[in-house]
């Protein structure tokens, strides 16, 4: 696709050479099962995509984001609020609620976001802007051995971040794209904390190098947004951060798409890079939790 095309009436714009288009000529508020579908194929084409134009009211967004599967409420945060799977995030002056660091959503949890669909709601004057990252390119622009190593490897999540270490989930470091097939980078600065098969400074020296890789400029997309956008973006191949330097008000409200266990491009080829007990052994204390707790049946 050129830079700008008209496909069966929509006026599509590419945002970057990795990843993104800014999408005119559809109103989202009358969206159903066909047009659904139509997004759908655009989002895996484009990985994210900006709908100019829109304000949608609250249920305008709900029923929205159902064409697309279950909506569910954030697990970790307590948005308050009539309808759970609907929230608001307020912010002044870059103090707030910041999305300001690299992730893909809630890979905290077994079964990760799929979608989430964004509507900027107020957007500041200056600053603001969201930037996305294309994980099919920082998977497939490693060298060959480092792709291979990478495949057999897992990683544990947590919502540490969140207040709630506690909550964890493990996911191979390549996934395979249920719908595409393409293997795309998983692990991010945000919710991953350990290579489960390595030992812990070997960990910290891949999983430094990995979250830096994933955020190269050459895989992203930088979005300066307006108000009454929205954006639509797939979390099982892009990781996306808020750029926290703008001056004055920044109101969004989103729902997320959830229910998708991460298919690993191959199980992972070696055990749990534990320590024996030793004075060092502390900084397996987590994975050895969560690992006991999945042997006792602790997790559902």
């Not at 002044?92 to 979608?115: M, N, R, Y």
């Not at 622009?141 to 495949?151: S, Y």
Request: net charge negative; proline share 6%; aromatic share 8%.
């Amino acid at each position: 696709m050129t830079v700008s095309e008209n496909v069966e009436g929509l006026d599509i714009r590419r945002l970057s050479g990795s990843l993104g288009a800014e999408v005119r000529g559809l109103s989202l508020r009358d969206a159903g099962p066909t047009e659904a579908k139509r997004i759908e194929s655009l989002l895996m084409d484009h990985q994210v995509l900006l709908f100019p134009d829109q304000h949608l009211s609250p249920d305008s967004h709900i029923a929205f984001g159902e064409l697309f599967g279950k909506l569910e409420s954030h697990p970790n945060l307590s948005l308050g609020g009539e309808r759970p799977e609907f929230f608001e995030l307020r912010a002044f002056g870059g103090k707030g609620a910041i999305a300001d660091e690299w992730h893909s959503d809630l890979t905290c949890q077994e079964e990760p976001s799929v979608i989430a669909i964004l509507h900027m709601v107020k957007c500041p004057s200056v600053g603001g802007d969201t930037m996305w990252a294309n994980m099919y390119k920082a998977y497939e622009e490693l060298t060959p051995p480092m792709r291979a190593f990478c495949e057999g490897l897992s990683a544990l999540h947590d919502a540490h971040a969140h207040g709630h270490p506690e909550n964890m989930a493990i996911h191979p470091v390549i996934r395979v794209h249920p719908v595409t097939g393409r293997k795309s980078l998983f692990v991010n600065e945000h919710f991953t904390r350990r290579i489960v098969e390595l030992g812990h400074e070997e960990s910290d020296a891949l999983l430094g190098f990995l979250t830096s890789w994933a955020s190269r400029s050459q895989f992203t997309l930088r979005y300066h947004w307006s108000e009454g956008t929205i954006a639509m973006w797939d979390n099982r191949c892009t990781q996306h951060c808020v750029l926290n330097d703008f001056e004055g008000e920044r109101v969004i409200q989103r729902v997320t798409v959830m229910g998708d266990v991460p298919e690993p491009a191959e199980p992972p080829r070696w055990s749990p890079g534990i320590k024996p007990v030793s004075a060092a052994s502390r900084h397996d204390r987590q994975l050895n939790t969560f690992l006991k707790k999945q042997v006792s049946g602790g997790f559902e």
